[in-house]
């Protein structure tokens, strides 16, 4: 039993769309008696409550004392009467996917193009965005069609469509009309009767067979990774705000790019523009609206006595920065980096990433760059992940600065160290003492700052010791 719950759990894991109960689960406690409470969340009416437990708003208001129902708070407990779970039409969270359409969505869940689009405020379709959260009433169209088209792809059979759609085999054979023995082969179009809840809902242009970014929505300030399958060999290439978006493309099929978003980049939806080439000068544009939310990043002032202060001078920390921002937007085809990050030392964090930053009662216009570890002078610094030592010597600013490039535009920065160990050229394994902490250059004691870019973009370095890329 436990390895059939596993087994389901990987399944839904690897399912395209995604569909998240998390906000049901967490706001709704069933208790004794068969009552449910439910905790009232941001945007929420009562009208929405009711629709998603099979109720109504007058039982809701009655069982609450609720003498305005158009007025209910953030946080307030709902006693809600004969809660039905999964109750037709009872409203449920989609997480938009890259490529998916409202169209698609409603057939997925046996909807309408009109519900979604009154549920959600959304007066044209056309215009939902990867990451945002759409309420829908799953079931609410009987007439819906109860089927969807879908493309099969490479290395796939009945048995195993059957599995990732969660229908029976006889009920997609006979939606077909054909038998287990019929040859499946790759972009032929199978429809798939009752299709589950989190089904594919996707409608990518050929020879897009799928398109994922992660995670999403994105944050300033922190890497996504974009991963794009095509039906055959192609090129990719791509924009998102204002930056190239750039490939590595592995098996001919298999592309991957990894993009910094700048921690002052605007938060909104912005849209990702790819563009698909075919070796037979097919091309194929694509674009796909992304939200970007706010990475809600503190400010802090940080006061520097006037020898120090000579290292705000422009004269000083420009050609440093030009120097370090060349070296450090670096894109190099092959990858050292495998699996998460460790951290490049064992001193307690004292300065995050992004945190907005004045000097000397200046103004924020600048930002906290990389994460800040405390550590007695001579305590290691550590190569958290494999890569080539691209730099390595003394600047003004950064003091003993040590830079690795780990491959696929992502590279990384030491500063402040007492002692550099490595050289220019150097391949460091993952683990390796490549330095001391130290207080060298602009700092006002020792630490290390630990920094990342990602594209020619300085992002959270912390974001790789926690998720895994690409
Ligand atoms: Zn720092």
């Known amino acids: 039993m436990r390895h059939i719950i596993a087994a389901l759990l990987m399944i839904s894991a690897l399912l395209p769309g995604s569909v998240s109960r998390t906000a049901a689960q967490e706001s709704a406690q069933p208790t004794t008696g068969g009552t449910t409470v ?8 009562l009208y929405r409550i009711a629709l998603r437990y099979g109720t109504t708003i007058d039982a809701i208001a ?3 004392g609720i003498a305005d129902p158009r007025y209910i708070a953030v946080g307030q407990r709902l006693l809600i009467p004969n809660a039905q779970f999964n109750a037709p039409g009872a409203l449920i969270t989609h997480q938009v996917m ?9 057939a997925a869940y046996q909807t309408t193009v009109d519900q979604i689009a009154s549920a959600n405020y959304i007066t044209n379709p056309a215009l939902i965005y990867a990451g945002q959260d759409l309420m829908i009433s ?4 009987e007439t819906a069609d109860a089927r969807i088209l879908y493309r099969v792809q490479s290395g796939e059979t009945l048995p195993t469509i059957a599995v990732k759609y969660n229908v029976r085999l006889n009920k997609l054979l006979t939606a077909n009309n054909i038998t287990l023995t019929t040859p499946v082969f790759p972009n032929q179009r199978l429809w798939i009767p009752r299709a589950a809840a989190d089904s594919d809902a996707t409608d990518l242009p050929l020879p897009l067979t799928s398109y994922a970014i992660a995670p999403i929505p994105a944050v300033q300030g922190q890497t996504i990774s974009i991963h794009i399958t095509t039906t055959g060999p192609a090129t990719l290439s791509g924009t998102f705000m204002g930056y ?6 592995q098996d001919g099929n298999q592309h991957f790019a990894l993009f910094g978003i700048h921690a002052f980049a605007a938060s909104g939806i912005f849209p990702m523009q790819i563009t698909i080439l075919e070796p037979d000068g097919t091309q194929t544009a694509l674009t796909e609206r992304v939200r970007v939310n706010d990475g809600g990043y503190g400010t802090e002032t940080i ?3 006037t020898e120090l202060n000579d290292l705000l001078n422009p004269q000083v920390t420009e050609p440093e920065w030009e120097r370090v921002a060349m070296v450090m937007s670096a894109f190099t085809a092959q990858r050292y980096f495998d699996g998460l990050m460790g ?6 964090i004292t300065s995050q990433f992004g945190t907005r930053r004045a000097y000397n009662e200046g103004t924020l216009d ?3 760059s990389g994460t800040d570890f405390a550590g007695g002078p001579g305590s290691s610094v550590v190569a958290p992940a494999a890569g080539v030592v691209v730099l390595a010597e003394e600047l003004p600013v950064r003091g003993n600065a040590t830079i690795i490039d780990h491959g696929w535009g992502v590279v990384t920065g030491y500063w402040h160290q007492t002692e550099i160990y490595v050289n220019v050229g150097d391949v460091v394994t993952a683990g390796q003492i490549i330095g001391t902490v130290g207080s060298t250059g602009r700092s006002t004691g020792p630490h290390l700052h630990w920094e990342m870019w990602i594209g020619g973009v300085q992002v959270d370095p912390m974001q790789w010791v926690q998720q895994r890329f690409p």
């Open 366 to 368: 600048s930002f906290h």
């Open 343 to 348: 951290l490049p030392s064992t001193g307690a």
């Open 62 to 64: 009655e069982a609450n």
């Open 303 to 305: 006061s520097l006595d």
């Open 138 to 141: 799953q079931g609410a169209a």
């Open 98 to 106: 890259p490529g998916e359409s409202v169209i698609r969505l409603a």
């Open 38 to 45: 439910h905790v009232v969340q941001r945007d929420e009416t």
């Open 244 to 249: 190239p978006v750039q490939f590595i493309t």
